[in-house]
């Protein structure tokens, strides 16, 4: 029997979350709250070692939500919503002060670089626009 790694690539982000529910951008760049850091899982690439990314999206989310269904505090998951991305859910996602939106076709799989599939909108009020690296 082949002795499988338990490794795992997540795509995900570090957030604080404030006490609206909604991600502090500030608190995570502040580095004052670094205790309250945690992962916001969108994706996963890779699972014991097999690759994902072929797979369609629809399937890697349920494989995220299969390995994170007993997952430690710290972890959330970002769930899987239908529906098209249009000015309605913009304006929410702006009124909300979210950072961006992204919307990616559930039956594609995760390829390198942009695609026509994935689109990722900026909420160009938001401060991250305005930060300095």
């Given at each position: 029997m082949k002795n499988r790694q338990k490794r795992f690539v997540i795509d995900g982000e570090a957030i604080i979350l404030g006490?609206?529910?909604?991600?502090?951008f500030n608190a995570v760049h502040s580095r004052q709250h670094d205790y309250e850091v945690q992962l916001?899982?969108?994706d996963i690439l890779a699972m014991g070692g097999e690759d994902l990314r072929p797979l369609p999206l629809h399937r890697r989310k349920?494989?995220?939500q299969q390995l994170l269904a007993r997952r430690p505090d710290g972890i959330s998951r970002a769930p899987f919503e239908r529906g098209e991305i249009g000015r309605d859910l913009f304006r929410?996602?702006?009124r909300m002060g979210l950072e961006d939106l992204v919307s990616k076709q559930r039956?594609?799989?995760?390829?390198r670089g942009r695609q026509k599939h994935w689109?990722?909108?900026k909420n160009r009020s938001h401060p991250a626009m305005?930060?300095?690296l």
């Open positions: 006490v609206d529910g909604i991600s502090d916001y899982a969108f349920a494989n995220l929410a996602a702006y039956d594609k799989p995760c390829c689109i990722k909108i305005n930060r300095e």
